[in-house]
């Protein structure tokens, strides 16, 4: 079934490209159903980028989706179009009085600054407040989770001695959460961060359930006991390059990164990197949007449990 978006989306023609069934506004309103809600705060630079990973995901699956996306007002963005921010984002005070189905909040590349540094970090506050009551499950992804985590369950963040970049095997803690049915006994992911959160931490904490776990990698899915809230501290929405292009760019940048791990065939950064995350990733969006999205959230998002 399709997602919604606006019919000059770029990511619209991508996904049409790789038969993603992509349905227009005027298709929808004639539509007999009620779709699922779905609000995206972009937080990454690459705002174009990650609409149409993230897009590619939601759409692989039975169920309509229609789509708002949400930025920050206290941050202007410097990669991505005024006109596109314009045409297709609005902020937080025009979207507030919405109730969604679910929310996905993205990560963002500011993990090596103090939570209280980063510049829309009170504005951030108020939005993961307001979607305790306003959107019945939200996923968090990489610097989004650990955002999420240190937010709602005071989870700390911690340095890493350099930057883990890489495809990272996994491993899931319970095989019968519905979060991870049909996962296999191993399954791949991309991170890229510069910090992470401890998996004692986590297993403190009686609300949070720690789902899976890298042993390079180290926490990998968390959820809250009802998954109103769950947490990925990867990339599984990752292209193929994405990697590669962070790579790339942080060489022009004279950084001297390391090369990102398990990725490149030979460690050659100019060969094809092999692909190997994207099942489960379609896999774990489908199961967030079935399970704790479409089975749970009530018909009438009015009624939200608060």
């Not at 050659?268 to 190997?276: G, N, Q, T």
Request: glycine share 4%; net charge negative; proline share 7%.
């Amino acid at each position: 079934m399709p997602i919604k978006i606006s019919d000059t989306l770029p990511a619209a023609k991508i996904l049409e490209s790789e038969n993603v069934f992509v349905m227009t506004e005027n298709r929808a309103v004639h539509q007999d159903i009620r779709p699922l809600k779905i609000v995206i705060l972009n937080l990454m630079p690459t705002k174009v980028e990650t609409e149409t990973q993230l897009l590619r995901l939601l759409g692989n699956t039975p169920l309509q989706v229609d789509i708002d996306l949400m930025q920050t007002v206290t941050h202007i963005s410097k990669n991505t179009s005024k006109e596109h921010l314009l045409e297709f984002y609005q902020s937080f005070d025009q979207l507030k009085e919405q109730r969604y189905d679910g929310m996905i909040i993205t990560g963002a590349p500011v993990e090596s600054m103090d939570f209280t540094q980063v510049d829309y970090w009170e504005e951030l506050c108020q939005i993961m407040e307001w979607s305790r009551t306003n959107v019945y499950s939200t996923l968090h992804i990489c610097w989004g989770a650990q955002a999420g985590l240190y937010h709602h369950h005071h989870i700390p963040k911690h340095p890493l001695p350099f930057k883990l970049s890489g495809i990272f095997r996994h491993r899931p803690l319970d095989m019968n959460h519905p979060l991870l049915r049909g996962f296999d006994e191993y399954f791949y992911m991309p991170h890229s961060r510069y910090t992470e959160v401890l998996a004692e931490d986590i297993e403190r904490n009686p609300d949070l359930q720690l789902l899976a776990m890298s042993e390079t990698a180290g926490v990998a899915i968390v959820a809250t006991r009802n998954a109103r809230q769950v947490f990925v501290t990867g990339h599984c929405e990752y292209d193929r390059y994405t990697l590669a292009n962070e790579y790339h760019r942080d060489v022009l940048r004279g950084i001297k990164p390391r090369l990102p791990q398990n990725y490149f065939p030979g460690n050659d950064p100019e060969a094809v990197p092999p692909m190997v995350w994207r099942s489960h990733a379609n896999l774990l969006f489908s199961n967030w949007l079935n399970y704790f999205v479409y089975q749970q959230t009530p018909y009438d998002l009015a009624s939200l449990d608060k």
